[in-house]
T-cell receptor, first 115, second 114 residues
Framework: DPGITQSPRHKVTETGTPVTLRCHQTENHRYMYWYRQDPGHGLRLIHYSYGVKDTDKGEVSDGYSVSRSKTEDFLLTLESATSSQTSVYFC??????????????FGQGTRLTVV | AQKVTQAQTEISVVEKEDVTLDCVYETRDTTYYLFWYKQPPSGELVFLIRRNSFDEQNEISGRYSWNFQKSTSSFNFTITASQVVDSAVYFCALSESGTDKLIFGTGTRLQVFP
């Protein structure tokens, strides 16, 4: 299995507090992604990264920021958590864009509850 | 715009029945990739298959088979002789050439009863 670790795995936080989720990989893959999973929506892309200090927004980026200072770590920050950000968050990695045999591998997920 | 539709929200079958999960996609690109992922009750996402838009050959892997038809923009997934362990949510996804960003359908929950 690809070496992807998400931390924490579960978190309960209060509305208005900042929260940071961490994704750590040991595969040296260039591309990393954050998705959120909600009932009725499947998974939706929040932010992604092409490399160190190279990030871009996805479909549902409002209220989130990311940072990637090292190849192996991709951090997702909720600046001021809201109840609408209660979700399961998945990190994914992939080797390279345009490689025929590429696919995204997913972490175990982080269940975040904002009360 | 790209879109993936999984119209079946939930399917229930009895063990050993065959079941087909539907996936319809929309894209303007001529080069794209289609995927199926399985999410068992434990919550992780398990990669099942990737297909590129130039390869319309059907694929079989054990009890799993996939039918890709560009003419109908569909990439359907069939489980033959279903088993209780097949109970999961199955996601179909699309990515376009030049990006690994995945666009997911809303998923189909499959329940296989003994």
């Amino acid at each position: 299995d690809p070496g992807i670790t998400q931390s924490p795995r579960h978190k309960v936080t209060e509305t208005g507090t900042p929260v940071t989720l961490r994704c750590h990989q040991t595969e040296n893959h260039r591309y990393m992604y954050w998705y959120r999973q909600d009932p009725g929506h499947g998974l939706r892309l929040i932010h992604y990264s092409y490399g160190v200090k190279d990030t871009d927004k996805g479909e549902v980026s409002d209220g989130y920021s990311v940072s990637r200072s090292k190849t192996e770590d991709f951090l997702l920050t909720l600046e001021s958590a809201t109840s609408s950000q209660t979700s399961v968050y998945f990190c994914a990695i992939s080797q390279a864009v345009s490689r025929v045999d590429t696919e995204a591998f997913f972490g175990q997920g982080t269940r975040l509850t904002v009360v | 715009a790209q879109k993936v539709t999984q119209a079946q929200t939930e399917i229930s079958v009895v063990e050993k029945e065959d079941v087909t999960l539907d996936c319809v996609y929309e894209t303007r690109d001529t080069t794209y990739y289609l995927f199926w992922y399985k999410q068992p009750p434990s919550g992780e996402l398990v990669f099942l298959i990737r297909r590129n838009s130039f390869d319309e050959q059907n694929e079989i892997s054990g009890r799993y088979s996939w039918n890709f038809q560009k003419s109908t923009s569909s990439f359907n997934f069939t489980i033959t002789a279903s088993q209780v362990v097949d109970s999961a949510v199955y996601f179909c996804a699309l990515s376009e050439s030049g990006t690994d960003k995945l666009i997911f359908g809303t998923g189909t929950r499959l329940q296989v009863f003994p």
